[in-house]
């Protein structure tokens, strides 16, 4: 996780990506198994902002227990710089939700994160306690498109062998998850899964990510992630259909002006 929309980061997320195996184990020396899960999500954050400028189209489905399937259209505009990170997303298909935009932006490890409806015709901040909610009546909430800073949680090293790493990451801050465990593949060090636990220790939410892509040397982007939501039996498919990088985007996308204007 992740981010994972932020990156659809990402994921944005949306999307979690880490350095190369031989560089992470050199890193990570003598690391206790908490430091050295620290230090995955901060080489993670390294490589997040490696690729400054990223913008995509993406396809995201959502599919009920019926497998009744509601599709929608979306673009992602992405900065990652040195000490701000800023992701703005915009639905451009169907029409009931054209317009509709989330504005994320983190500096200095304080995270913002701003809706705007066509409908109400005002942008809205997302509190606290509105962070658990579903994002546009998917599977993601607003806490899973928001960035994942390391600070904001403990870490444990639960497997670590040559065809599996798992890392137990438990939230410090107020969150709807009690601990995720993030499964890695080791050989690429890229997310493969992540599994969400609730306070009894039930394992509610899966995200799966695959497809995966290398854009440049040591970076990798997936093509597909699906996040089920196992206690209601439905799930939320995302697949990239473009991606441009390193394509300067304007400061003016990332503000709330940009955010009411849409796809204007």
């Not at 020396?29 to 997040?48: K, M």
């Not at 509709?100 to 409908?119: D, F, I, R, S």
């Not at 901040?125 to 658990?132: E, F, H, I, N, P």
């Amino acid at each position: 996780m992740i981010r994972l929309l932020s990156a659809f980061v990402f994921f944005t997320a949306t999307v979690l990506l880490f350095a190369p195996a031989e560089l992470v184990a050199g890193n990570q020396a003598g690391l206790t198994d908490a430091d050295r899960g620290r230090s995955l999500f901060e080489d993670f954050d390294e490589r997040r902002r490696a690729i400054t400028y990223e913008t995509s189209v993406m396809e995201m489905r959502i599919i009920d227990r019926r497998e009744r399937v509601r599709s929608r259209t979306m673009r992602t505009w992405n900065y990652a710089g040195a000490e701000a990170t800023r992701s703005l997303t915009m639905f451009e298909a169907p029409a009931d939700v054209r317009g509709t935009g989330l504005l994320t932006l983190e500096e200095n490890g304080t995270e913002t994160q701003l809706l705007y409806l066509p409908a109400i015709g005002r942008v809205q901040t997302v509190s606290g306690s509105q962070r658990a909610e579903r994002f546009l009546g998917s599977d993601f909430t607003f806490e899973d498109l928001g960035n994942q800073n390391p600070d904001e949680f403990d870490f444990e090293i639960l497997t670590d062998t040559d065809t599996e790493l798992k890392i137990k990451a438990v939230p410090k801050r107020e969150s709807q998850y009690a601990w995720i465990h993030f499964i890695l593949d080791p050989q690429r060090m890229v997310l493969l899964q992540a599994d969400y636990f609730n306070e009894a220790g039930e394992r509610f939410k899966e995200l799966t990510a695959a497809d995966y892509e290398q854009v440049r040397e040591g970076i990798w982007r997936p093509g597909t992630m699906i996040m089920r939501d196992l206690e209601a039996g439905r799930r939320t498919e995302i697949k990239w259909q473009e991606r441009v990088f390193d394509e300067p985007i304007p400061d003016r996308f990332f503000t709330e002006r940009q955010l009411q204007r849409g796809l204007q």
